[in-house]
């Protein structure tokens, strides 16, 4: 039983990994026995008492009250009474699109949130999630939180999908519901609880049928300025709360409880003031007959939709209000009348109204006027009376859905309003749009805020009219908020471009609401500089479809010491924005090296992952000048939701329809792609009237370094096009970059990398129904290609069975003409042979003379034993001469199945490495990423500085210019899943040696960091050497002895071990010899070697250290959540924010992988 006991902990401690941080969190709540728990104010050193409370406050006082979900629900519980539930679920981008693909809080699929179960219940079931019991909240505490509707289904039910209610005793009230409809995108929800002077709950419902397919998703959750203020001294215009803490004199007898036992609001302390809660009667206010005020309470509306959920004076649905119901076709203009008693006023003191409407949108209970304005008017002498009156929709001359220009009797569609585009004569259906100066007011844009911030005109003595940030009488905290009416669709071209200033210490945003994509994200956004000057702002739109709209934001202490410096905007206005106005002057070309801009191109329409402009930075410079700019687009990171980020140029004109021929043009660029999820870098072309169509195409990672690559564009006569830089994503991890575009009349020399993926890259042979391009998904051919590994990859195929190319028989493929060589070069290529005498395959170089050089692969016929797979071949190319790659073919009489596959076809400078070998001097050489793996290793030059601490010489050269192969640990998870990188299929060897160099220098010296030499084949996988830990601050040497009876491939493999580590495991100057000497082989064949000492234990003591390590790894987990909720530090400026983008390499991937074990002998 020894060995059971041995597999027990180790399954134990894989338990341990995942779930253990999800209830270590419960141990630290409330560990100064404090009677007010979760009441969102810190009475603990630590916060502990508001710990587990639905948020997550143990790192410091004055932290939000989030949770995230990463490592613990919170305290939230699951509360469903059938299968359809909530439970904690992770990220997945395989495959994309079927579950979230990354979470809200970090933006990566290592990220976490609750999600509802897959529908299996009785239908119409509810999956409820319930916070713990909270204990009072004031008056301007708002719940947000981030979810994700997708799927079909949506509206299967007549209840919305998502509800958030509030349950005190009893009484239960609605906060908010989601909307019809859903995107694949995080959406945010806001709610407003009102004060709750007592014991609450909130829950989180998901209703739909029994055959939606529809998935929901929750993250972030936030009580956002739930508590009570503390104690403190209060000023002469402040009141103070028995409690000690203090509001402002205006905010008392205002109808709105702000202290926690509501003095504030009490008979006594009102006693001067007139107030109407409307709970028992009108209180002598009068309506008009015409357009009549209604009384009623939510609790019998006859319908919801009619009114809000509940009333201000008892924030519940039994609770009255008065209301006027606009959706009544008679009430499409005039005025509905509610009048006040006689009112006393004491001419020595100030008199003012407090008002609360609510601007019914089905959504929620919000303060603020919108919609149709709600206005006071003070009828004197006094006394006085009082008129409130709803202005309600005037009359038009033009039918419903159509827009009635200021002069005349022109009428348009709505569509044709704020399109940029003067569709009026008098062009008043572009005067509200947004773009003003703000000298006859706010010229379209409309105040949205919620709470004591909003944006009004105004005028400033040195600057004139400005949109300004201004204090108002609501509650909430929240930023404010101004939208432009709905835009677009806008032109490639379209910027806006406006003066501002965010004051001393204010914050200024301005968001793009994309109602097609159902996304709202920061494009622009500027912070004080502790000055109140003034500044220009440029910022790009590019090409959007209708509808989307512009919001400003903004947030400052108006009651702090600079309040009374302005945050403000002035001289808005949208340049060539028009979607017929040309995006750039008409001469301009696609050349660019962006030192100074975007030159013509600009950034297509899409869902947030985007190109932006970087500067030079530690780890990433220009190709230009390594101290300049180039474009960045980086998929990591919570703003950038989208899969794919498109750079189009503006549209080019080819020569007139007159001319006989176009002559083609080369586009030559550089790029960079790095990273283990980097994905796919494209360049694609798009005619007027045509879809696109891809010219050039990368995927994977190829090292932190410059590449050059070029492709020929050949428009038809007088066509108008446009080129796109499409880069699309595989998960979250590395970066893509482009630099240095030029273009040159005439063709482009032959391409030095040919994957197939986009075209034959110029290859052509003399039958040209003899080679032909497909996929595998083509059938009888390979069933992958090389490049990507699957079924949708695409290689060059030659049919050579004996009915197609007959024994003796030649067909020669030949590439696109190279210029000469000055130095020597290597050509690679992977091939593929099938089926009984497939041939002879030749690979060599023909010069424009006639002389040809290179490697013949021989008459191969491969094993039937070893299956079918991409071999690796090269040759070197020494020409001084224009040169062509030729590959010829002779038959051999095969079968009707055989045939003979190319792909990845590469021309490189430098000397060819043997099979197995690499310097890594030119790139990985025949060692790639095996397919299927998410994360890889990756190369780069010494000099180029990582995250982590890396080697600053190369063993190759022994200078910062040489090059190597690393893994960088911080982007792998807890040693459940590791970065492999294999040879090409090596032959069967009786003894071979494997000779490399290797770097494991880490911090601490402490680091679980494992490296593996493996071999794989048909018989299986074996370990034949590994090294753990620290090595040395060196590059240290290995030889190994290779032995395999069958076709093998040997496989480096990295992983971070059983807890967090940071540090890069680097390797250089792999190798491999075959044969059956091997010179004073460091480890032999047949059995594991480690650098890491070890000895022989008993099974029983390996059982008892492997409990001992649970226990000790249960009180790690525990001090470094503790640890890492200490180190927290404070979120970003506010809850719409595009913000910086991530460095990627700091993201972690918690899926974990279990192998099969080995049974263990001692139970066999």
Not at 442 to 460: A, E, F, K, Q, Y
Not at 467 to 481: I, N, Y
Not at 910 to 919: L, M, T
Not at 1022 to 1040: C, D, E, K, P, Y
């Amino acid at each position: 039983m020894p060995g059971s006991w041995g597999l027990l902990s180790f399954l134990l401690l894989q338990m341990l990994m995942v779930g253990l941080p999800f209830y270590v969190q419960a141990v630290f709540v409330n560990r100064c026995g404090s009677s007010r728990v979760c009441d969102f104010v810190c009475d603990c050193w630590d916060c502990s008492d508001e710990n587990q409370c639905g948020y997550q406050t143990a790192s410091a006082r004055g932290a939000p009250s989030t949770c995230s979900f990463e490592g613990t629900t919170c305290g939230w519980e699951d509360i469903s009474t059938t299968a359809y539930r909530w439970d904690p679920a992770q990220a997945s981008i395989s495959p994309w699109g079927l579950e979230p693909p990354f979470d809200h809080t970090l933006g990566t699929d290592s990220g976490w949130y609750m999600a509802v179960t897959k529908q299996r219940a009785k239908p119409s079931a509810t999956a409820r999630l319930r916070s713990p019991l909270l204990r009072g909240a004031a008056a301007s505490c708002e719940i947000r939180a981030w979810y994700l509707l997708w799927g079909s289904g949506l509206n299967e039910t007549q209840q919305p999908l998502l509800t958030l209610e509030l349950s005190q005793g009893n009484h239960t009230v609605r906060l908010w519901q989601s909307p019809a409809g859903g995107t694949h995108s995080w959406q945010e929800l806001v709610a407003y609880t009102g004060h709750i002077p007592g014991n609450f709950q909130v829950t989180f419902s998901s209703t739909q049928g029994f055959s939606s397919s529809a998935q929901l998703a929750l993250d972030d959750v936030e009580f956002r300025n739930c508590g009570l203020p503390p104690p403190q001294a209060c000023g002469a215009e402040a009141f103070r709360c028995q409690q000690g803490s203090c509001i402002a004199i205006d905010r008392v007898c205002d109808g709105t409880a702000d202290c926690r036992g509501g003095e504030d609001e009490a008979q006594e302390e009102c006693a001067s003031s007139t107030v109407c809660s409307f709970e028992e009667d009108w209180c002598q206010w009068t309506p008009n007959t015409t357009l009549p005020w209604l009384r009623n309470s939510s609790l019998h509306l006859a319908s919801p939709s009619l009114g809000p959920w509940r009333d201000h004076s008892t924030n519940s649905r039994e609770g009255f209000f008065v209301y006027v119901e606009a959706q009544k076709p008679e009430l499409h203009e005039g005025r509905a009348w509610l009048s006040s008693p006689m009112l006393a006023s004491d001419a020595n003191q100030s008199c003012y109204v407090s008002d609360l409407s609510h601007s019914w949108r089905g959504s929620s209970l919000a303060e603020g006027l919108g919609g149709f304005p709600l206005l006071v008017v003070i009828a004197a002498p006094l006394p006085l009376s009082l008129f409130l009156y709803k202005i309600l929709l005037p009359s038009s001359p033009c039918p419903p859905g159509q827009f009635a220009c200021d002069q005349g009797k022109q009428c348009l569609d709505l569509q044709l309003l704020c399109n940029f585009k003067a569709e009026c004569k008098d062009a008043s259906d572009e005067q509200q749009c947004g773009g003003t100066d703000f000298a006859k007011g706010p010229g379209g844009w409309m105040d949205i805020s919620v709470g004591r911030l909003r944006w009004t005109t105004s005028r400033l003595s040195s600057v004139g009219p400005v949109l300004s940030l201004q204090g108002a009488p609501g509650q909430m905290f929240s930023m404010a908020r101004a939208a432009t009416p709905v835009l677009g669709p806008s032109g490639l071209g379209c910027v806006l471009q406006m003066d501002f200033t965010a004051g001393p210490e204010g914050f200024l945003a301005l968001a793009i609401a994309d109602g097609s994509l159902g996304t709202r994200w920061w494009a622009w956004f500027a912070k004080s500089n502790g000055t109140a000057s003034w500044a220009e702002a440029t910022v790009r739109l590019g090409a959007r479809k209708r509808p989307f709209q512009l919001e400003l934001l903004a947030r400052a202490d108006l009651d702090g010491p600079w309040g009374a410096l302005p945050l403000a905007v002035s001289n808005i206005s949208f340049v060539n924005c028009s979607a017929e106005a040309p995006a750039s002057a008409p001469q301009a070309g696609l050349s660019c090296n962006f030192e100074t801009g975007w030159c013509s191109w600009s950034l297509e329409q899409n869902d947030g992952f985007e190109w932006r402009l970087s500067r030079s930075r530690r780890g990433a410079a220009d190709h230009t000048t390594g101290t300049g700019s180039f474009l960045l687009a980086e998929p990591g990171g919570a703003w950038n939701p989208g899969r794919r980020a498109q750079l189009i140029s503006a549209p080019q004109v080819a020569a007139a329809a007159s001319s006989a021929t176009v002559e083609a043009s080369c586009l030559s660029f550089w790029y960079r792609m790095e990273g283990p999820q980097i994905g796919t870098l494209a360049l694609k072309v798009k005619a007027a009237g045509e879809p696109e169509r891809v010219l050039w195409t990368r995927r994977g990672s190829h090292g932190a370094v410059w590449h050059q690559a070029s492709s020929s564009i050949s428009p038809k006569p007088g066509q108008n096009y446009q080129v796109i830089f499409e880069a699309l994503r595989d998960g979250f991890l590395g970066s893509v970059a482009l630099d240095d575009l030029t273009v040159t009349p005439g063709d482009c020399p032959a391409q030095r990398h040919c994957s197939f993926e986009a075209d034959e890259c110029s290859f052509s042979a003399a039958k040209q129904q003899a080679w032909q391009r497909q996929s595998g998904a083509g059938g009888g051919g390979p069933p992958v290609d090389h490049t990507l590994g699957e079924l949708r990859g695409h290689y060059l195929i030659l049919r050579t069975g004996a009915d197609r190319l007959p024994l003796g028989q030649v067909t020669v493929l030949r590439s696109r003409a190279f210029p000469p060589l000055l130095r020597t070069h290597c050509v690679s290529f992977w091939y593929h042979l099938n089926g009984s005498e497939p041939g002879s395959l030749t690979a060599y170089v023909k010069e424009e003379e006639g002389k040809e050089e290179g490697a013949e692969a021989g008459m191969l016929s491969p094993d039937p034993t070893q299956g079918a797979a991409w071999r690796y071949g090269s040759f070197v190319a020494k020409v001084r001469r224009r040169w062509q790659v030729a590959f010829t073919v002779t038959g051999a009489g095969g079968e009707p199945t055989s045939y003979i596959a190319l792909d990845d076809i590469s021309v490189k400078e430098g000397n060819c490495s043997e099979p197995g070998s690499c310097d890594f001097e030119s790139g990985p050489c025949g060692w790639s990423k095996p397919h299927g793996d998410g994360y890889s290793w990756d190369w780069k030059e010494a000099a180029t500085p990582l995250r982590s601490p890396s080697p600053e010489e190369d063993h190759t050269l022994g200078t910062r210019a040489g090059h190597y192969a690393y893994v960088d640990l911080a982007v792998l998870s807890l040693g459940k899943t590791a970065a492999r990188l294999a040879s090409e299929p090596l032959a069967p060897t009786t003894g071979s040696c494997l000779s490399f160099h290797y770097h494991m220098d880490f911090l601490g010296h402490s680091s679980p960091a494992e490296l593996r030499v493996r071999l794989t084949g048909a018989q299986g996988e074996r370990v034949i050497w590994s090294a753990r830990g620290h090595q040395s601050r060196t590059w240290m040497n290995r030889t190994l002895l290779v032995t395999s009876p069958v076709e093998f491939q040997i496989v480096l493999e990295a992983s971070s071990g059983a807890w967090e580590s940071s540090g890069v495991i680097a390797l250089d100057d792999l190798h491999y010899t075959a044969g059956p000497d091997c010179a004073s082989p460091q480890a032999g064949p047949a059995e594991e070697s480690s650098s890491s000492s070890s000895s022989s234990l008993p099974v029983s003591t390996i059982a008892g250290v492997a409990g001992g390590v649970t226990v000790l790894l249960l009180l790690i987990a525990a001090a470094y959540c503790l640890w890492k909720r200490k180190g927290s530090g404070e979120r970003m400026e506010e809850e719409d924010g595009n913000g910086p983008s991530f460095d990627n390499i700091t993201f972690r991937d918690d899926r974990i992988i279990l192998t099969q074990m080995a049974p263990d002998p001692a139970t066999s």
